[in-house]
């Protein structure tokens, strides 16, 4: 069974620009849930998507969004690009009975220059 | 409200050696706790959970972790180092059943003595 994957890899961007980043779960897997990782804060939480509905959300501003399709391939947004947002960006799937097994992907690596 | 504190955000050990790391976590609810492995360039692997039930929880690679209540820790432990295990381990809590959102520690970074 194909792990998660994610897409880009890396990405370079700059200020004022915006970037979509893509995840493709676990064949079967309904829920994704989407965390950045920077050396200064750590991993954090942005949000989780289960059916193609925002299921929790975590505390980034709403620059930050994300949307879940049919086949429960999940995309994340961020608009108007800062510095602070280079990062780290983890996509975890599991099956969504919230039994907190996430299976995370390699990741996307957003520099913002 | 939930947290996690690793103590130590860099450990060593020799190859060989007892590999301890301390895991505290702070929670509203009974949580569920989980030790995540990072190596360079990739992902978080998942080491083992516990969720409910026993208290000493084994999982990949002979890793092990023992939830104490009391205490509200989940160190994880092994035997033996093995240079393989050099990586970020990450302990994780989230808020149980329906839940799917971790909150992370910091890490501790494990390097391993040849």
């Known amino acids: 069974k194909a792990g998660v994957t994610q897409t880009p890899r890396y990405l370079i961007k700059t200020r004022g620009q915006q970037v979509t980043l893509s995840c493709s779960p676990i064949?079967?897997?309904?829920?994704v849930s989407w965390y950045q990782q920077t050396p200064g804060q750590g991993l954090q939480f942005l949000f989780e998507?289960?059916?193609?509905?925002?299921?929790n959300k975590g505390n980034f501003p709403g620059r930050f969004s994300g949307r879940q399709f049919s086949n429960s391939r999940s995309e994340m947004n961020v608009s108007t690009l800062e510095l602070g947002d280079s990062a780290l960006y983890l996509c975890?799937?599991?099956?969504?009975?919230?039994?907190?097994?996430?299976?995370f992907g390699p990741g996307t690596r957003l520099t913002v220059l | 409200a939930q947290s996690v504190t690793q103590l130590g955000s860099h450990v060593s050990v020799s190859e060989g050696a007892l590999v301890l790391l301390r895991c505290n976590y702070s929670?509203?609810?009974?949580?569920?706790l989980f030790w995540y492995v990072q190596y360079p360039n990739q992902g978080l692997q998942l080491l083992l959970k516990?969720?409910?039930?026993?208290?000493l929880v084994k999982g990949i690679n002979g890793f092990e972790a023992e939830f104490k209540k009391s205490e509200t820790s989940f160190h994880l432990t092994k035997p033996s180092a093995h240079m393989s295990d050099a990586a970020e381990y990450f302990c994780?809590?989230?808020?149980?059943?329906?839940?799917?959102?971790?909150?992370f520690g910091t890490g501790t970074r494990l390097t391993v003595i040849p």
């Open positions: 975890a799937s599991s099956l969504g009975g919230g039994m907190g097994e996430q299976f």
């Open positions: 064949s079967g897997h309904r829920s």
């Open positions: 998507y289960f059916s193609e509905t925002q299921r």
């Open positions: 929670s509203s609810v009974p949580p569920y």
């Open positions: 516990y969720t409910t039930g026993a208290t």
């Open positions: 994780a809590v989230s808020e149980g059943a329906g839940a799917n959102n971790l909150f």
